[in-house]
């Protein structure tokens, strides 16, 4: 007991400690207090980056609104900030050298959740200027796998994938463009949500791709992420009231992958047909052959004249010299090289987005035809090494960044929902699996997916000793 009242678990749900507050069962700043030692861990796997942002005085803040009868809907839910989304008044870094004095106004995002009540408990690390899908930034360092140390935690919202899973906070708001909410959320063993395209506003965060770039959410579970987009949308999920029976769920056996990961799949598919679900197999070949035909072509080019305009108006500098300043290898490379003759040339860009693009679109619309969603593993490996550039797939060698996202990029490119979902552990690791849904249908997959959740085993939760243990 503390102060009269019960010890509180971090890795309950958020919801469950809102439902707390508002009972007096506790005030934020016990909440606040005694998220120390998930907090503590966070840092450990260098998660958060240096910088104060007065939580307790929130937390006192949202107490003494609770006390005079204007709490939020979210009063008290603590919430950790990816660096490259703004908050006002705090350097907006995108963990880069080059922003360490960047300062832009917080979105609309943000204003929501604080007119909401949510505390800000910190800014997470993230893979540098969120182009990346591992986390480990030369800048920042590395952040480490909750449950292995040697291993990363996914990205580029890496920082903020940990400050959950550990409990240093219940959601965390993140971008994704081609997998940044879904791929950490696997690797941590927690939940992450990427909304349609412009479901959220497109502001108040340092802008990559524009075609794909989305505010997310990452949680411990999924009636969280409800709870947040309820408020960001005003517009409520209803839960669903006949279960899985009947749904019809698009299944997708993408080659190649990990026959440990493709293994645990097929034992997730039969524990949805023991409670109804209807399995019908699709084929994504097409969907991949198009994302493929202009995805990376699209992020790239729109990546290069966002950091062009950032590089200008922030900085004074060029491309090239803001290329320059890039402190990890990968991102730098990638970025230099659009200030090369050999740049993607805008006629190339028009027929990706304007040719390309719908044919995606229209493959997109073929798989979902006549299915409530579709299902895959969310990554077709478990979190490589740090450092590891090179991973085996199922038999088949490929860089990271590509094997990592390669069933997160063409939905991303085509502006679909979709959520991340713990489904257990594959040797020792996290993965997670994927439910996709129809453009504009967010609260009907968010809805689909906490039943999901439910007939799934209990997601996997990491404590510091298995980590090191693992490292021994």
Known sequence: MTGGRTMLDLQLSGSAMLAR???RQCDARQWLNETWKGREWADALNAFLPLDLDAKAQATASDARRESGRAGPLEGLLVSIKDNVALDGSPTTGSSPLLQDYRVPGGPVIARLRDSGAIFVGKTNLHELAFGITG????????????????????SSSGAAISVATGACAVAIVTDTGGSARVPAAFCGIAGFRPTTGRY???????????????????????DIREVDAVLTD??????????????????????MDPAIAHRFEQILSTLTAVGVELVPVDITPAIAADDACGFLIAVYETARSMETLAKEALGLTLAEFADGIASPDVRTLIASQATPDAIRPNAYRDAIEIQLPRLQKAYAGLLSGVDALIHPTAPVIAPRIGQSMVDVGGTTMPAFPACSMLTRPDSMAGLPSISLPAGLVNDMPIGIQLTGKPGQDAALLALAEDVERALPPRPIAAPHHAAAREN
């Open 21 to 23: 507050l508002a009972a």
């Open 136 to 155: 480990d930034n030369a800048f920042t360092g590395p952040v480490l796998n909750p449950f292995d140390h040697t291993r990363v935690a996914g990205g």
């Open 201 to 223: 506003p497109a502001s108040g965060y340092l802008p990559l791709s524009p075609s794909r770039d989305t505010i997310g959410v990452l949680a411990r579970h999924v009636e």
């Open 235 to 256: 517009e409520r999920s209803k839960a669903r009231t006949a279960g899985l029976a009947g749904v019809r769920l698009g299944v997708v056996r993408a080659t190649p």
